[in-house]
């Protein structure tokens, strides 16, 4: 194992770089956002993937990367290489020790801290979404999302009429994705205040949540927590959508999807994946914002 570093995982210790696996690439523009699709071919050795009839109990596989490949381990968070990239830079976060299935608020405020101090992004799926592993976990790359920056937001209202504050006086405002304008995809933001409070704020959401499974994405001092409707869109492509794709790159293993993939079918996949922004959303969130015990978890 790599010795302890504070603020940095060693990223010449990451091989494989995606643009070296990279066979093709085209930009998309749908809603006004600049999309990509990527061919990774490698990506199709994955075990256990969605659609492949995985059997419904798994042998351990994280706890076997996380105790065999560590690069770095701080006593929260382990730091292993992602073996299938689909970023140039990229490595896998675990909680260093446990099972769990969910993020807890401490290591996700320490992955919180990574992603900030590197400039780059986070993104966590779970099993149900596109993750092929149900151990928690996240991965950390060094590129920034340009469709996450752009994507239409509106202010979840507070009891004063201005944007809610929620989790305390050092938490994050409370914003969603604009239902009438950008992807009819319900995001939820969790913009500012202090990184433990947006960890803790985020847990809660998870932990009050109606849907099964779901992404979490973050750059900078801001996190988008996305709830997933369906794991594969056929329609759009025979892949599971994943935190990558909210993202804004479309990652494909085989060429006939990658080919066949257009602006019609980024449509269809990020529709037919998450649950639709509405005003009735809007109101849930409004409904929660407004009394103080539910997303501080007292």
Aim: aromatic residues 8%; hydrophobic residues 45%; proline residues 9%.
């Amino acid at each position: 194992m790599a010795e302890r570093i504070d603020r940095t995982v060693p990223w010449s210790f990451a091989p494989p770089r995606a643009e070296a696996l990279l066979a093709r690439r085209k930009e998309l523009r749908r809603w006004g956002l600049p999309f990509e699709a990527v061919l990774i071919p490698r990506r199709a050795a994955r075990a256990h993937v969605p659609g492949t009839g995985r059997p419904a109990f798994l042998p351990d596989h994280g706890s076997r990367i996380r105790r065999d490949e560590a690069l770095h381990d701080d006593d929260l968070v382990a730091a292993t290489p992602n073996r299938f990239p689909f970023f140039a830079r990229q490595v896998l976060l675990w909680p260093s020790t446990g099972f769990a299935r969910e993020p807890d608020p401490a290591w996700l405020a320490r992955c919180l801290d990574l992603c900030a101090a590197w400039g780059g992004s986070l993104l966590m799926n779970s099993i149900g979404a596109s993750a092929s592993i149900p151990l928690a976990h996240a991965h950390l790359a060094d590129e920034r999302s340009a469709v996450l920056d752009a994507w239409p937001l509106v202010d979840v209202p507070g009891a004063d009429g201005g944007p809610a504050r929620v989790g305390g006086d050092d938490g994050p405002v409370l914003r969603a994705g604009d239902p009438d304008a950008g992807p009819p995809v319900l995001l939820v933001v969790l913009d500012g205040g202090a990184t433990e409070a947006r960890a803790r704020v985020a847990c809660r959401l998870l932990q009050l949540r109606s849907f099964p499974s779901h992404h979490l994405l973050a750059q900078g001092d801001r996190l988008w927590l996305v709830p997933r409707s369906r794991e594969i869109v056929a329609e759009a492509a025979p892949w599971a959508i994943g935190g990558a794709e909210l993202w804004g790159r479309f990652v494909f293993p085989d060429e006939e999807s990658y080919d066949a993939f257009d602006e019609r079918r980024l449509g269809l996949a990020l529709a037919g994946a998450c649950r639709p922004a509405s005003v009735a959303e809007l109101a849930a969130l409004e409904a929660l914002a407004a009394d103080p015990r539910q997303l501080s978890g007292g």
